[in-house]
C-alpha cells in the first residue's frame, strides 16, 4: 500500500506564506512526477504546480509566488507558498505517479488533502 500524507496548511493573512509538505511512504520502487492540486470553494480542481527530475510546472496564477521542490531520499514534496492572496483558498492535495515494482504500472496517487484559508 502507498500513502502520501500532507502537512502545514492553516490560516494565514494576505501577503503571508506557508509551505505544504508530502511525503510518501509504503512499498515505493520509483516516483515520477510529483505535484500539488487544489480545489477551491465553487471551482474544479486545478493544477498548481509539478516536478519531475528538475522539471518544474506551475499554474500561471501561482508563477513567481509559489515553488515547488522533492527532496527523493525522503520521498517527499514541498510546497513554498508566498504572498498569498485570498483566492488561493482551496485544499490542497499532493499528488504522486509511482511504480510499486521495477515491472509495475506507474499509479496515480493522491494525500488526504489540507485546508489552506488565505484572510484577514
Known amino acids: 500500500q502507498v500513502q502520501l500524507v500532507e502537512s502545514g496548511g492553516g490560516l494565514v493573512q494576505p501577503g503571508g506564506s506557508l509551505r505544504l509538505s508530502c511525503a510518501a511512504s509504503?512499498?515505493?520502487?520509483?516516483?515520477?512526477?510529483m505535484g500539488w492540486f487544489r480545489q477551491g470553494p465553487g471551482k474544479q480542481r486545478e493544477l498548481v504546480a509539478a516536478?519531475?527530475?528538475?522539471?518544474?510546472n506551475y499554474a500561471d496564477s501561482v508563477k513567481g509566488r509559489f515553488t515547488i521542490s522533492r527532496d527523493n531520499a525522503k520521498k517527499a514534496v514541498y510546497l513554498q507558498m508566498n504572498s498569498l492572496k485570498p483566492e488561493d483558498t482551496a485544499v490542497y492535495s499532493c499528488?504522486?505517479?509511482?511504480?510499486?515494482?521495477?515491472?509495475?504500472?506507474?499509479?496515480?496517487?493522491w494525500g488526504q488533502g489540507t485546508q489552506v484559508t488565505v484572510s484577514s
Open positions: 499528488h504522486a505517479t509511482i511504480s510499486r515494482t521495477a515491472w509495475g504500472t506507474r499509479d496515480e496517487y
Open positions: 509504503g512499498s515505493i520502487f520509483n516516483i515520477y512526477t
Open positions: 516536478i519531475r527530475g528538475s522539471s518544474t
